[in-house]
């Protein structure tokens, strides 16, 4: 049998005009630019604006672009897989709403929800279908509008979240490339410090839940950072350790951009060099599941076939992972 590896073959990604810089969440709430600045090395994020627009609006954006660039007809597509923490819909799947946007009509569907992790749990997911030779064109879509969930009262969150989108294709290859191995955990001892209270199955939404901006994302900021570090370290030495990779071997780190300290942090500890670390959270702030493959968009023509990248991300659940890639293309 042959060996198919599941290499991505393209990137597509979108991100909204509006910007909401650190000097307009200052006329919002008591903090200033000088605070989010160095507590998380944001200065301005984007924000979807317009009415009846969610995050397959974006998303259709990515993928629209996606199909462009990989030649791909949308009928060829076999699975479509979209991560997100803000699905347009309790129900249909916003998966199955972009495939109507984007005249998918062969593909299977459907959401994932893994907050932050959501992209990396996704690739793995995709990459399991076209490994097993039985799918040749897998979309990994990461839609997410954070301003939709994020509470513009609330100084210790508001600052953090922005809207984006991206999506990359998975194909088979025999060459050794695409991904390699994937470090994935989930540990439900997270629920409490980053969750949404209202909105789901246990607290509808009812006047009480809006008078509480219960609707909006409650985070305890100190414990998720304290464990985000913690976990991308062990996970990110534990995927370097069993594939033998020292801190030369790795070209290019892309860790999931929530707070620029704790990209900083497990940049140091994994000795790799700033220069090889993607950053783009001064721009977009923490876009959730969208912030590694935005990431992966920005800087793809930097990204040479054979380099190797380690995708690393840590959210709510608490979810997190580490993935080796080995790229698979040079971009013109
Ligand atoms: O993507 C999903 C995973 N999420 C994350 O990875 C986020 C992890 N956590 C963080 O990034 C950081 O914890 C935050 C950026 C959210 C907060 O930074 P921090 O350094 O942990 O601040 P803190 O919560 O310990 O608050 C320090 C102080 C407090 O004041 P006191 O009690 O020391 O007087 C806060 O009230 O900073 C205050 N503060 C602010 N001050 C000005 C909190 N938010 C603000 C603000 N402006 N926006």
């Given at each position: 049998m042959r060996n198919l590896n599941a290499v991505i073959t393209g990137v597509g990604g979108y991100v909204p005009e509006d910007i909401l810089t650190n000097e307009d969440i200052t006329k919002m709430v008591d903090t200033t630019d000088e605070w989010i600045t160095t507590r998380t090395g944001i200065k301005e994020r984007r924000i979807l604006k317009g009415?009846?627009?969610?995050a397959s609006f974006m998303g259709a954006k990515a993928i629209e672009e996606l199909l462009r660039k990989t030649n791909t007809?949308?009928?060829?597509?076999?699975a479509l897989i979209c991560s997100t923490?803000?699905?347009?819909?309790?129900?249909?799947?916003t998966a199955s709403i972009l495939a109507g946007k984007c005249g998918i009509t062969h593909a299977f569907a459907y959401d994932l929800a893994a907050a932050c992790s959501g992209f990396l749990f996704g690739l793995v997911n995709g990459a399991s279908f076209v490994e097993s030779g039985r799918f040749k064109k897998v979309i990994v879509v990461a839609a997410e509008k954070m301003s939709s969930v994020?509470?513009?009262?609330d100084r210790t969150t508001c600052p953090l979240f922005g809207d984006g989108a991206a999506a990359v294709m998975l194909e088979p290859s025999e060459e050794p490339l695409g991904l390699i191995d994937s470090v994935l955990h989930t540990d439900g001892v997270g629920y409490p410090y980053l969750h949404i209270k209202a909105g789901g199955s246990v607290q509808p939404i009812n006047h009480e839940a809006l008078d509480n901006r219960a609707n909006y994302t409650y985070q305890e900021g100190q414990t998720v950072f304290k464990f985000a570090v913690t976990k991308l370290v062990e996970a990110s030495e534990e995927m370097k350790a069993r594939n033998g990779l020292?801190?030369?071997?790795?070209d290019w780190v892309i860790p999931h951009q929530a707070n620029m300290r704790i990209i900083d942090s497990i940049t140091r500890t994994m000795k790799v060099p700033t220069e090889k670390v993607v950053v783009n959270i001064q721009k977009y702030g923490n876009t959730s599941s969208a912030s590694i493959p935005i990431c992966l968009w920005e800087f793809e023509k930097q990204f040479k076939k054979g380099d190797v990248l380690i995708l690393s991300a840590f959210g709510a659940g608490f979810s997190w992972g580490s993935v080796y890639l080995k790229w698979a293309y040079d971009s013109k």
């Open positions: 009415e009846g627009l969610g007809k949308p009928e060829e597509v076999d923490t803000t699905p347009d819909y309790i129900y249909p799947s994020t509470n513009y009262q020292t801190a030369n071997d790795v």
